[in-house]
């Protein structure tokens, strides 16, 4: 491994596996290049080092307690490496679905991390601006933001893999800083999430058909106490309603209490019974948790605490956020309605990146990158498995470094779709 303390005779050779890695590795994840088969690898290195279980399964030729920091800590850079992937992934469909249904096209992307989410982010930008010009009046929207929360079972299950001090079948996971949630079989108390599509009395974060207790944006069967851009022979509203639904059932997002299907998540206040997600606490022992906060699992190595939470952040499940649009005074009610339903659909998406997961990230990020160079200063004792592991940690600090641009890159253009409207 390399420190900055080695030797002049050492500094020739890993500056030669600085310059023979950094080339190859601009093009991560294609074929061809070193240390396995279609995956990222440094010169020498054993293992493809965009494959966490690849890497947990190498031999690096170290002794001891240092071979599994080695193993840990470019698994953590693996598993970061598919995080920021599936983050630009989730916000480039999310962008191009926002510009899609306003009628826009994304023109193909820059190479680089992070620049298809951009380029996607950037037409939705545009296409919300010119439809709101062309509607004219005043765009407000609320926003309830969505609650992401991460297994503790795939926390416990990682660190029992992970670390050879921890035994896997005595992990016990906490969760500090918020609530758990998970399958209750006896008595809930708290909220009881049902599942989408499932009948609903309680907030609705999706779409309610059925009766709304707060403001709505949608098709309103009874008597429209607000905004109604279209009235029908006998007077009532054959539009969107924006405002109170009075008499009747609403078919749009709903800001208060659903009373029928809700297309998205239900939350209600528990009595007894949950048969969707219990959040609170459970007569018995909850099946599949999952925290809201920062899961502690026993103690561990740094290694495998930075590798289990990019892992785990990368299964997190959020409730959807959400939306309800206004548009007020509007010259242009086709334009408007145009509007509000694209940024009804697709801001939660957005949302789930831009509110949701923007803090756990960054913090991932930053612990990877720490973890990484903590482990490669250590392995600094020479001979030829030092030599043979500064490859790979030269390719998974840099892997980690585009991985890192990826996600800012990708979380600042959901923002920027998501401030567009408004919302975030």
Not at 118 to 137: D, P, Q, R, T
Not at 317 to 333: F, H, I, M, N, Q
Not at 394 to 400: E, F, I, N
Not at 408 to 420: C, D, L, R, T, W
């Amino acid at each position: 491994m390399v420190a900055s303390r080695w030797r002049n005779l050492r500094a020739p050779i890993l500056g030669a596996l600085f310059l023979a890695t950094g080339p190859v590795l601009v093009d991560c994840g294609k074929g061809g290049l070193p240390g396995g088969p279609g995956g990222l690898g440094g010169a020498g290195c054993p293992a493809d080092l965009s494959s966490a279980e690849a890497v947990m399964s190498a031999n690096f030729g170290l002794q001891g307690e240092l071979e599994g920091k080695v193993k840990a800590a470019l698994a953590a850079g693996a598993n970061l490496q598919a995080l920021a992937g599936q983050i630009e992934a989730d916000v480039s469909a999310a962008c191009e679905g926002l510009a899609k249904d306003l009628g826009a096209t994304v023109p193909p992307p820059e190479a680089g991390p992070g620049k298809k989410a951009e380029a996607a982010c950037n037409a939705a930008v545009k296409a919300v601006g010119e439809l709101k010009a062309k509607a004219k009046g005043s765009l407000k929207v609320d926003v309830q933001p969505p609650k992401c929360s991460a297994s503790m079972n795939a926390m416990a299950e990682c660190a029992g893999k992970c670390d050879a001090k921890v035994d896997p079948g005595k992990v016990e996971v906490k969760c500090e800083g918020g609530e758990i949630s998970g399958k209750c079989d006896a008595e809930c108390k708290g909220k009881c999430n049902i599942e989408a599509g499932g009948q609903c009395d309680g907030s609705c974060s999706g779409s309610c058909s059925g009766e709304c207790s707060g403001e709505v944006s949608g098709k309103c069967e009874g008597t429209c106490k607000g905004k109604c851009e279209g009235k029908n022979s006998e007077g009532k509203c054959a539009g969107n309603c924006e405002g109170k639904c009075e008499g009747g059932k609403v078919q749009g997002t709903c800001s208060g209490g659903c009373k029928g299907s809700c297309s998205a998540s239900c939350q209600v206040e528990a009595k007894g019974e949950c048969k969707g997600t219990c959040s609170g606490s459970c007569s018995v022992k909850m099946k599949e948790p999952k925290c809201s906060g920062e899961m502690k699992p026993p103690e561990m190595s740094a290694e495998c605490k930075a590798n289990c939470d990019a892992q785990v952040s990368g299964k997190v499940e959020c409730t959807p956020a959400r939306v309800l649009v206004k548009l007020e005074g509007s010259a242009d009610a086709q334009a408007a309605g145009k509007l509000r339903a694209a940024l009804e659909h697709n801001l939660p998406a957005l949302l789930k990146v831009t509110l949701g997961l923007k803090g756990r990230l960054e913090g991932v990020a930053a612990n990877v990158k720490a973890t990484i160079e903590g482990v490669k200063a250590a392995v600094s004792g020479g001979g030829a498995a030092a030599l043979k592991v500064a490859g790979c940690f030269a390719a998974s600090l840099k892997a980690q470094a585009d991985a890192s641009v990826q996600i800012n890159v990708s979380v600042k253009a959901s923002a920027s779709a998501s401030g567009s409207a408004g919302a975030g």
